[in-house]
Nanobody, 122 residues
């Protein structure tokens, strides 16, 4: 089993920054790949960024490239999503996910956090 707890969401003005954190515990084999996804009202959940615990593989959605950065801590217990130059269209519930591979496909993730709200005002 893997447990994921997100934090760091909130309300920010357009152009501002937020850093999301995802504390992970449980089987390291089952959480080799870590991802961030988001879901806006009335829309499907979409991929944002993904990373392996080794840090060598990272993927980003085109919509966030150059603005968001995914990273991990050395203890392999926390994944971060640094979000800069935020736009109103980034408003969504952000979810942390864990799976056995690093992937952009949400179907490859077996464990999900409860989500944290990010709201960007114009």
């Amino acid at each position: 089993q893997v447990q994921l707890v997100e934090s760091g969401g909130g309300l920010v003005q357009a152009g501002g920054s937020l850093r999301l954190s995802c504390a992970a515990s449980g089987s390291t084999f089952s959480r080799y790949g870590m991802g961030w996804f988001r879901q806006a009202p009335g829309k499907e959940r979409e991929f944002v960024a993904a990373i392996g615990w080794s840090g060598g593989t990272r993927y980003y959605a085109d919509s966030v490239k150059g603005r968001f950065t995914i990273s991990t801590d050395n203890a392999k217990t926390t994944v971060f999503l640094q979000m800069n130059s935020l736009k109103p269209e980034d408003t969504a519930v952000y979810y942390c996910a864990a799976g056995r591979v690093v992937s952009t496909n949400r179907r490859n993730y077996d464990y999900w956090g409860q989500g944290t709200q990010v709201t960007v005002s114009s």
